[in-house]
T-cell receptor, first 116, second 113 residues
Framework: GAVVSQHPSRVICKSGTSVKIECRSL??????MFWYRQFPKQSLMLMAT?????????EQGVEKDKFLINHASLTLSTLTVTSAHPEDSSFYIC????????????FGDGTRLSIL | AQSVSQHNHHVILSEAASLELGCNYS??????LFWYVQYPGQHLQLLLK??????LVKGIKGFEAEFIKSKFSFNLRKPSVQWSDTAEYFC???????????FGQGTTLQVKP
């Protein structure tokens, strides 16, 4: 069964709206979570590393003020797309790193964000 | 910069055909390698991984991959594909202990019944 829950699965909203996406590890504590973005027919691009209790680390070219990440607990990380515009429309995927497990990361089901 | 390359973007096979998907990485030093599969409408699933030891790694659903250090490659193979193998396949690598996965471009596999 799923060990990472990502919510919502799909969002459609108007330009200028801020959208929050949640990523929860269900049966393990994830001190580190990752946020990826996937454009159609393309691969996953790492956006940022979310560390519990500290600031997120963003990859080059990713605007930290645009994509706000909060990792307030060992089981929850949130990504907020602030003042979203059509170019932010994409598929966002989170993953949680179970350092004690036998997989490097467990992935959420993703969130399809469509900005009108 | 660290990168992962998949050379086959779209592969079409008939059932029972053999499969080999190419993956090359550009990391130096210790590298851990993975193949993920994404079935239509589903989340990423781990097929197999290589950390160390035997360079021929066997995964789920009959897949295997071979780590060839001299070629910086980690190609995915399956002797006989099934229609249910139709999916997107991603090669990924992580260097060091950061946990950060770098993905290849992905390969769309279409298996015709």
């Amino acid at each position: 069964g799923a060990v990472v829950s990502q919510h919502p699965s799909r969002v459609i909203c108007k330009s200028g709206t801020s959208v929050k996406i949640e990523c929860r590890s269900l049966d393990f504590q994830a001190t580190t979570m990752f946020w990826y973005r996937q454009f159609p027919k393309q691969s996953l691009m790492l956006m940022a590393t979310s560390n519990e209790g500290s600031k997120a680390t963003y990859e080059q070219g990713v605007e930290k003020d645009k994509f706000l990440i909060n990792h307030a607990s060992l089981t929850l990380s949130t990504l907020t797309v602030t003042s979203a515009h059509p170019e932010d429309s994409s598929f966002y995927i989170c993953s949680a790193w179970d350092r004690g497990g036998n997989q490097p990361q467990h992935f959420g089901d993703g969130t399809r964000l469509s900005i009108l | 910069a660290q990168s992962v390359s998949q050379h086959n973007h779209h592969v079409i096979l008939s059932e029972a055909a053999s499969l080999e998907l190419g993956c090359n990485y550009s990391y130096g030093g210790t590298v851990n390698l993975f193949w993920y599969v994404q079935y239509p409408g589903q989340h990423l699933q781990l097929l197999l991984k290589y950390f160390s030891g035997d360079p021929l790694v066997k995964g789920i659903k009959g897949f295997e991959a071979e780590f060839i250090k001299s070629k910086f490659s980690f190609n995915l193979r399956k002797p006989s594909v099934q229609w249910s193998d139709t999916a997107e396949y991603f090669c990924a690598a992580v260097s060091g202990n950061t946990g950060k996965l770098i993905f290849g471009q992905g390969t769309t596999l279409q298996v015709k019944p």
